[in-house]
């Protein structure tokens, strides 16, 4: 990085000044100057890395401690669950697929989670120099490391890569129950937790199951009133959802401590022609006036991030490294997961009168 600096090139007593680009290790000039309306990413190799995901780490000996040492004040804990919302549903998500869930000694951590509107996202916490990373939206952190490969909960195939992996595959991951909105089908990718990278329908491991909470979006205010618009054109969204988190954690925890089987799946699918790309839902959507109709949903990338090579080598680079992929890229510019298949473009489709799909809501 570099900064543009003024300084007489000869010294104070100079009445002159001349402008120049100096290195610099935490300053940043852009020739030109930053232009209004325009969102900037900056990706960078850093140094003095630290060493993080201690805090999952942390979460697994505290809850395991809880359960299983007879001199902790808590008394006996017959079962553990756990819940996150969007961030913290992610850092679940992470818990699991990192092995968390099983302590030290090898014994099962907690036997229910609830990620929450947690898209297809994990933390990305294992990786150096690396903090807790935002989710991806519409229009910035596309390159960001929460949304990597694998995103379902069953083992599949990148078809970009053909790494085969899952975030449920040992004896001592717990009972899931899943939950999105409509939002993280248009923002999250959350159709990528239960169908295959090239878009075709996966489902869920026996111990998980997945609910869309259908034309509800990621952040739900109970106390809501009457819809308003603050700064958006549209009205806000006033669908509340207290009411099913209860559901969720009484299905969570007869499943768990009674073996009551919670209700069936409820997300759109392939099959049944309610998830779609964005092309067919642009043709089915109504042709209302005032309306504003996204372009698309969020894309997802697949990234390369091996080392930067004596400067010649980008960090990132869509679709990974090798010659072949790089020309394949070229030929297709702006390529994405979603593309070549339909997962990460596919969305449920819109509530409205003249065309209403299956109910898709959690008991």
Same mark, same amino acid.
């Given at each position: 990085?570099?900064v543009?600096?003024?300084?007489?090139p000869?010294?104070?007593?100079?009445?002159?000044?001349?402008? #120049?680009?100096?290195?610099?290790?935490?300053?940043?000039?852009?020739?030109?100057?930053?232009q209004?309306?325009?969102?900037?990413?900056l990706?960078?190799?850093a140094e003095?890395?630290?060493?993080?995901?201690?805090?999952?780490? =942390?979460?697994?000996?505290?809850?395991?401690?809880?359960?299983? +040492?007879? =001199?902790?004040?808590?008394? !006996?804990?017959?079962y553990?669950?756990?819940?996150?919302?969007?961030?913290?549903?992610?850092?679940?998500?992470?818990f699991?697929?990192?092995?968390?869930?099983?302590?030290?000694?090898?014994? !099962?951590?907690? %036997?229910?989670?609830?990620?929450?509107?947690?898209? #297809?996202?994990?933390?990305?916490?294992?990786?150096?120099?690396?903090?807790?990373?935002?989710?991806?939206q519409?229009?910035? %952190?596309?390159?960001?490391?929460?949304?990597?490969?694998?995103? /379902?909960?069953?083992k599949?195939v +990148?078809?970009?890569?053909?790494?085969?992996?899952?975030i $449920?595959?040992?004896?001592?991951?717990?009972?899931?129950l899943?939950?999105?909105?409509?939002?993280?089908?248009?923002?999250?990718?959350?159709?990528?937790?239960?169908?295959?990278?090239?878009g075709?329908?996966?489902?869920?491991?026996?111990?998980?199951?997945?609910?869309?909470?259908?034309? @509800?979006?990621?952040?739900?205010?109970?106390?809501?009133? /009457?819809?308003?618009?603050?700064?958006c054109?549209?009205?806000?969204?006033?669908?509340?959802?207290s009411?099913?988190?209860?559901?969720?954690? %009484?299905?969570?925890?007869?499943?768990v401590?009674e073996?009551?089987?919670?209700?069936?799946?409820?997300?759109?699918?392939?099959?049944?022609?309610?998830?779609?790309?964005?092309?067919?839902?642009?043709?089915?959507?109504?042709?209302? !006036?005032s309306?504003?109709?996204?372009?698309? !949903?969020?894309?997802?990338? #697949?990234?390369?991030?091996?080392?930067?090579?004596?400067?010649r080598?980008?960090?990132?680079?869509?679709?990974?490294?090798? @010659?072949?992929?790089?020309? &394949?890229?070229?030929?297709?510019?702006? &390529?994405?997961?979603?593309?070549?298949?339909?997962a990460?473009?596919h969305?449920?489709? $819109?509530?409205?009168a003249?065309?209403?799909?299956?109910?898709?809501?959690?008991?």
């Open positions: 990085m570099a543009r600096t003024t300084a007489g000869g010294g104070s007593e100079l009445r002159t000044a001349a402008a #120049a680009v100096v290195p610099s290790r935490c300053d940043l000039h852009v020739d030109g100057g930053f209004p309306g325009w969102i900037y990413e990706t960078y190799e003095d890395p630290l060493v993080l995901g201690l805090g999952l780490a =942390a979460v697994r000996d505290l809850v395991s401690h809880l359960r299983h +040492d007879p =001199a902790q004040p808590a008394g !006996p804990v017959e553990a669950y756990g819940w996150g919302r969007s961030q913290t549903g992610r850092a679940i998500r992470d699991i697929h990192l092995s968390c869930n099983e302590d030290t000694e090898g014994r !099962p951590v907690f %036997d229910g989670l609830l990620p929450r509107v947690s898209g #297809a996202g994990r933390l990305g916490v294992e990786r150096f120099a690396n903090l807790t990373v935002p989710g991806g519409q229009y910035e %952190d596309h390159l960001s490391p929460a949304d990597t490969f694998p995103f /379902a909960y069953a599949t +990148d078809h970009l890569t053909g790494e085969q992996d899952a $449920m595959k040992r004896a001592s991951d717990p009972k899931v899943h939950t999105q909105t409509s939002t993280e089908y248009w923002q999250r990718r959350g159709s990528l937790v239960h169908t295959t990278t090239d075709r329908d996966l489902g869920f491991p026996p111990n998980v199951r997945g609910y869309l909470w259908s034309s @509800s979006q990621h952040v739900a205010d109970p106390t809501a009133g /009457a819809p308003a618009k603050g700064i054109n549209h009205l806000q969204n006033v669908v509340a959802t009411a099913l988190f209860r559901a969720v954690l %009484d299905a969570l925890d007869a499943w401590s073996s009551v089987e919670p209700p069936a799946s409820a997300v759109p699918t392939v099959a049944d022609g309610t998830l779609v790309t964005i092309d067919v839902w642009s043709r089915q959507f109504p042709a209302v !006036p309306a504003l109709r996204p372009h698309g !949903p969020n894309e997802v990338y #697949a990234v390369d991030r091996s080392a930067v090579s004596a400067g080598r980008p960090l990132a680079q869509v679709h990974g490294a090798g @010659s072949r992929r790089r020309r &394949r890229r070229q030929r297709n510019r702006g &390529r994405t997961r979603s593309d070549g298949g339909r990460a473009r969305l449920h489709r $819109m509530e409205h003249s065309s209403r799909p299956r109910a898709r809501r959690a008991a």
